[in-house]
Each structure stands twice: as C-alpha cells, then as structure tokens.
C-alpha cells in the first residue's frame, strides 16, 4: 500500500504531522531511523520565509539524506504565499510543500489563519492556487492540512477539500476535530470518510492514531489513502517501526525495554546538540521529551526531574545508567493519549469573519513574522 507524491512514493503511506519546538532536523532523524513515511518539518511562516528570518532559515534544515524534503508553510496573503514558493522554487529548499489550515491556537485564528481561514472560500482559493501555481514549474507537489472547521455549526472541510482539489493538490489531510476541540474529546472519523466520498484525490486521516492498530482501522473504517501521525509519537519515535511492519501485514510490535528506551533518549539528544551545534542548548531542548519517554515506566519523580533539568550529554548519560534497563514496556499504556489534551474553546476570529464566506480580502496584520506555530 503506497501513496504518491508528484515524483515520490510515500510507502508506508504515513506522515508525520508538523509539530511546533518537535519536528526538527533531529527528532526527523531518529523516526526515519525507526521507519519509512514522510516526514514534514515545523511550520513555517511565508512572512519569516520571504524575509530570511534567521531562526526561520535555520529551521528550513534538512538532513544531507533526508528525501523527499517536506517543508510546512503557513500563510494568509496569497502574494506573500506565492513569493514563500517561488523562493522554494528558486533556492531548491524543498521538494514538497504542505499548507496549514488546521492550526487553531488563538494568536494564528485571531490573524484569519490556520483553520479559520478555510471559511473564507475566496481568500482560501487564491492561496491555494497562488501555491500550486508557484510550485509548479519546478513539479514540486503541494498538499493540505486542515480541520473540520471552525466548529461544528462553521464546517469547512467539503469546500475546501474541492477547493484544493480544483486548484491542483496531490492530497488532502484532515484533522478530524474542529478547531473549537483543540486536542480534546475523540476523534470524528467520520468526517474522513465523508470527505473521501466527496473527492476523487488522496485522503489522509489524522486523529488518535495511539498505536499502529489505529492506522489500520482508521483506513478500514474511512477508506481514506494514509496516515498523519501527531502526537501519537511523542516520546515514541518506535511508533513509525510499528506502522511499518503494521502495513507490511505483521502483528510485531516493538516493546522495547526501559534500557532500550534511555538509549533512544540518549540517541535523540545527542542529535539534537548536532544540530543545535552547542551542547546545552541541545540537551535543554531534549528536556520537554523526558516525560513522554518514560510515561508509565517506574522511574522516579526525583530521577525524572533531574533529566528534565540536564544541560550535558554526560549528565544526561548518568542519570540514564541509574534507569533498570531489564524493565518491560508498560503495556497498560498502549492507546492512551499522549500530549496536548485540553478541553473545547471558543476559537477567536477576526471582527466580522463570519459575515462573508466568499470574499478574497485579507485581514489585516495577519501575517505572522516568526514559524512555529
């Protein structure tokens, strides 16, 4: 089972879903490393692109055998769009693009952006289209990401699924909640599968993908192409060894050992120093992982907190050798959620956003000057 990519072959058909201070060079690596997919990097902003800003221009790294090299933009104004691409394009950055319309924290929906813009039907097709047209002379194949829709009385999905497809994307990805959600409640797989009926182009599901069992009914139950996976991986970059052997018809599951585990987080911050190129800057950036690591593992409170607050490699070391390599993965943690859960808020939109779906005006100050979400 294999999804195509303009020129590339996604097998397993299975994505990991850009995530903010997460899917950097480094974290990208170590999946890989545990398994194929694609594999998109944070979010960019069209605005931060186009200006060169440094931390955006740093975050735009890829690994020298990182391919097809999958770039996030974020964007409101379809002219600023267009010259983000046509900079992709002439620099050779990338070698697909992907669209966010499902971000729903308030400072990008507040701008227009993320999943509240898809309701405007207008400004959403020029940017689409000002995208698909950049790309496409370099064969540079464009998808989306989005939501529901505002919430459930505001749903976008079918518009803009015909929207994109008529402007030319290889696929779509839905988020199957509203923005109005978050991350909270369940999943509305649903949504998927109505969204397949209605186009004639690739479907990925997104949404409570815990386990690799979960991608195998999500494309039962939806009949959707593939699979974005979010915060499913957290702490588990096995995941993607999971969905690899799941999709080449095996029930091996990869359970690995508390030891196993250290020597992952072990791998991980020493990738993240590499990349940073100072080493407590990467191992402070490898603290907010420690949790998600050693979820449901007897390491003590007092041993957890001093790896969250490790500046070396060598402090690191040590405090992961005092972990009991033999212990067994807890399987009484399978399918539980992990990461950001919260609970339903009420979107914040610009003045008067609802009042017209079809005009092409942007809000202004939408753009965002800095990535990642």
Same mark, same amino acid.
């Given at each position: 089972?294999?999804?195509?990519?303009?020129?590339?072959?996604?097998?397993?058909?299975?994505?990991?879903?850009?995530?903010? /201070?997460? +899917?950097?060079?480094?974290?990208?690596?170590?999946?890989?490393?545990?398994?194929?997919?694609?594999?998109?990097?944070?979010?960019? !902003?069209? $605005?931060?692109?186009? #200006? =060169?800003?440094?931390?955006?221009? @740093?975050?735009?790294?890829?690994? @020298? &055998?990182?391919?097809?090299?999958?770039?996030?933009?974020?964007?409101?104004?379809?002219? !600023?769009? $267009? *010259?983000?691409?046509?900079?992709?394009?002439?620099?050779?950055?990338?070698?697909?693009?992907?669209?966010?319309?499902?971000?729903?924290?308030? %400072?990008? +929906?507040?701008?227009?952006?993320?999943?509240?813009?898809?309701?405007?039907?207008?400004?959403?097709?020029?940017?689409?289209?000002?995208?698909?047209?950049?790309?496409?002379?370099? /064969?540079?194949?464009?998808?989306? *990401?989005? =939501?529901?829709?505002?919430?459930? &009385?505001?749903?976008?999905?079918?518009?803009?699924? %015909?929207?994109?497809?008529?402007?030319?994307?290889?696929?779509?990805?839905?988020?199957?909640?509203?923005?109005?959600?978050?991350?909270?409640? #369940?999943?509305?797989?649903?949504?998927? +599968?109505?969204? %397949?009926?209605?186009? &004639?182009?690739?479907?990925?599901?997104?949404?409570?993908?815990?386990?690799?069992?979960?991608?195998? $009914?999500?494309? @039962?139950?939806?009949?959707?192409?593939?699979?974005?996976?979010?915060?499913?991986?957290?702490?588990?970059?096995?995941?993607?060894?999971?969905?690899?052997?799941?999709?080449?018809?095996?029930?091996?599951?990869?359970?690995?050992?508390?030891?196993?585990?250290?020597?992952?987080?072990?791998?991980?911050?020493?990738?993240?120093?590499?990349?940073?190129?100072?080493?407590?800057?990467?191992?402070?950036?490898?603290? *907010?992982?420690?949790?998600?690591?050693? %979820?449901?593992?007897?390491?003590?409170?007092?041993?957890?907190?001093?790896?969250?607050?490790?500046?070396?490699?060598?402090?690191?070391?040590?405090?992961?050798?005092?972990?009991?390599?033999?212990?067994?993965?807890? $399987?009484?943690?399978?399918?539980?959620?992990?990461? =950001?859960?919260?609970?339903?808020?009420?979107?914040?939109?610009?003045?008067?956003?609802?009042?017209?779906? &079809?005009?092409?005006?942007?809000?202004?100050?939408?753009?965002?000057?800095? @990535?990642?979400?």
């Amino acid at each position: 089972m294999t999804l195509q990519l303009g020129p590339h072959v996604v097998d397993p058909p299975v994505v990991l879903a850009p995530m903010a /201070g997460i +899917t950097n060079v480094a974290f990208r690596r170590l999946c890989r490393e545990q398994g194929a997919g694609l594999y998109v990097c944070e979010m960019i !902003t069209t $605005r931060a692109l186009v #200006e =060169r800003n440094p931390k955006t221009m @740093s975050m735009i790294q890829f690994g @020298s &055998d990182e391919r097809p090299r999958s770039l996030q933009l974020y964007g409101v104004d379809p002219a !600023t769009i $267009r *010259k983000a691409v046509e900079m992709i394009v002439e620099q050779d950055l990338a070698d697909h693009i992907d669209m966010n319309f499902g971000c729903s924290v308030p %400072k990008v +929906t507040r701008r227009g952006g993320g999943s509240a813009l898809p309701w405007k039907r207008g400004l959403f097709a020029s940017i689409v289209n000002a995208a698909v047209s950049a790309a496409a002379p370099a /064969g540079i194949p464009v998808t989306i *990401k989005m =939501r529901i829709g505002i919430d459930d &009385d505001h749903q976008t999905m079918l518009d803009a699924g %015909k929207i994109a497809q008529d402007a030319g994307v290889a696929w779509v990805a839905l988020h199957a909640r509203t923005a109005a959600q978050r991350y909270s409640g #369940e999943a509305d797989w649903s949504k998927i +599968t109505a969204l %397949k009926s209605a186009l &004639d182009i690739p479907v990925l599901g997104n949404g409570d993908i815990w386990e690799a069992e979960d991608a195998l $009914r999500m494309m @039962s139950e939806t009949g959707c192409d593939g699979v974005v996976i979010g915060r499913g991986c957290l702490g588990r970059p096995w995941l993607f060894a999971d969905l690899a052997a799941a999709f080449a018809g095996s029930t091996t599951r990869a359970l690995p050992t508390q030891g196993e585990v250290a020597a992952l987080m072990h791998r991980h911050a020493t990738l993240l120093v590499e990349w940073w190129g100072r080493e407590k800057e990467g191992v402070t950036d490898f603290r *907010k992982h420690v949790a998600w690591y050693l %979820k449901g593992f007897p390491a003590g409170g007092e041993l957890r907190a001093a790896m969250a607050t490790s500046s070396t490699l060598d402090e690191l070391a040590h405090l992961l050798a005092q972990l009991d390599p033999d212990v067994p993965f807890p $399987r009484e943690i399978l399918g539980q959620p992990r990461g =950001r859960t919260g609970t339903p808020a009420r979107v914040i939109l610009p003045d008067g956003w609802l009042n017209d779906r &079809d005009t092409d005006e942007v809000p202004e100050g939408a753009e965002l000057d800095d @990535s990642g979400g």
